[in-house]
T-cell receptor
Framework: AQTIHQWPVAEIKAVGSPLSLGCTIK??????LYWYWQATGGTLQQLFY??????VESVVQLNLSASRPKDDQFILSTEKLLLSHSGFYLC????????????FGHGTKLSVL | GQQVQQSPASLVLQEGENAELQCNFS?????MQWFYQRPGGSLVSLFY???GTKHSGRLTSTTVIKERRSSLHISSSQTTDSGTYLC????????????FGKGTKLSVKS
């Protein structure tokens, strides 16, 4: 069975500090991977997607970057956090990029102070 | 850009009552997904429904592409159905860019 693991579960960070959030998918080779963000009380927004290792496409950047260093790993990062980065980050995967259901991790709650 | 409108914004039911949630979208060639967002924030995929009607237990999703709408029907609601229901539009059926609605917050009381 496929599993998706996000880390950390929660983070409290200072403005201007770096950030790295991770997502690992086990039990499925070559998944399509996605990052989403939701401000508190806000609408879920898609940030990035990746179809294959080393390739990441940006949908909405928000001064964040994403990388896919391994087939089963998707990383979201920034060197300098802003207050506006606070919110809830979700990673998801699907078998194909089109016409497929999405499966989500449990998310990371980020508070930037 | 694409617009996804969900209604109602919130809904309170007594256990056992039925609910009808609506999602309207602005472009015609798309597919629709429905998600349940737990109070903790994680999402569960309920339906991938590009068109027609799909059933899963007490849930029914109906998408009418030419009318640019999709609905989620919950029958015999239970307190465990409480949470937020999101619809999302996939342009051309691709998950590469999903546009989410703001959600319907459902509260089912015993």
């Amino acid at each position: 069975a496929q599993t998706i693991h996000q880390w950390p579960v929660a983070e409290i960070k200072a403005v201007g500090s770096p950030l790295s959030l991770g997502c690992t998918i086990k039990g499925k080779s070559s998944p399509n991977l996605y990052w989403y963000w939701q401000a508190t009380g806000g609408t879920l927004q898609q940030l990035f997607y990746s179809i294959t290792v080393g390739q990441v496409e940006s949908v909405v950047q928000l001064n964040l970057s994403a990388s896919r260093p391994k087939d089963d790993q998707f990383i979201l990062s920034t060197e300098k956090l802003l207050l506006s980065h606070s919110g809830f980050y979700l990673c998801a995967w699907s078998l194909q990029v089109s016409n497929e259901r999405l499966f989500f991790g449990h998310g990371t709650k980020l508070s930037v102070l | 850009g694409q617009q996804v409108q969900q209604s109602p914004a919130s809904l309170v039911l007594q256990e056992g009552e039925n609910a009808e949630l609506q999602c309207n979208f602005s472009t015609s060639l798309n597919s629709m997904q429905w998600f349940y967002q737990r109070p903790g924030g994680s999402l569960v995929s309920l339906f991938y429904n590009p068109s027609g009607t799909k059933h899963s237990g007490r849930l029914t999703s109906t998408t009418v592409i030419k009318e640019r709408r999709s609905s989620l029907h919950i029958s015999s609601s239970q307190t465990t159905d409480s949470g937020t229901y999101l619809c999302a539009l996939a342009s051309g059926g691709s998950n590469a860019k999903l546009t989410f609605g703001k959600g319907t917050k459902l509260s089912v009381k015993s």
